[in-house]
Nanobody
Framework: QVQLVESGGGLAQAGGSLRLSCAASGRTFSSYRMGWFRQGPGKEREFVAAISWSGGTTYYADSVKGRFTISREIAKNTAYLQMNSLKPEDTAVYYC????????????????WGQGTQVTVSS
């Protein structure tokens, strides 16, 4: 069983930055593909970014490309999402997810989910 705990959400002004963290339990963190998703009010959960088990491959949604960076630190069993140049439309609950096999952009590609952390961007 894998447990994921997100932190780092909060309130930011447009143009500002936040860094989300996702702490994972389990000894095999290095083998998980990690992803970040978000769900805004009244919207479906959408893909934000993903990183391979090695960290050598990353994917981003077009809406965040060039502004957000996903990374992972194996020694700390932690994945990160650095969010810069934030926009009001980035406001959402952000979820960390882990996959033991697939490496994709769909929520169904991921086996484990965190509880989510709220990000609110004011204009």
């Amino acid at each position: 069983q894998v447990q994921l705990v997100e932190s780092g959400g909060g309130l930011a002004q447009a143009g500002g930055s936040l860094r989300l963290s996702c702490a994972a339990s389990g000894r095999t963190f290095s083998s998980y593909r990690m992803g970040w998703f978000r769900q805004g009010p009244g919207k479906e959960r959408e893909f934000v970014a993903a990183i391979s088990w090695s960290g050598g491959t990353t994917y981003y949604a077009d809406s965040v490309k060039g502004r957000f960076t996903i990374s992972r630190e194996i020694a700390k069993n932690t994945a990160y999402l650095q969010m810069n140049s934030l926009k009001p439309e980035d406001t959402a609950v952000y979820y960390c997810a882990a996959s033991t096999s697939r490496f994709g952009r769909r929520p169904s590609d991921y086996n484990y989910w965190g509880q989510g952390t709220q990000v609110t961007v004011s204009s």
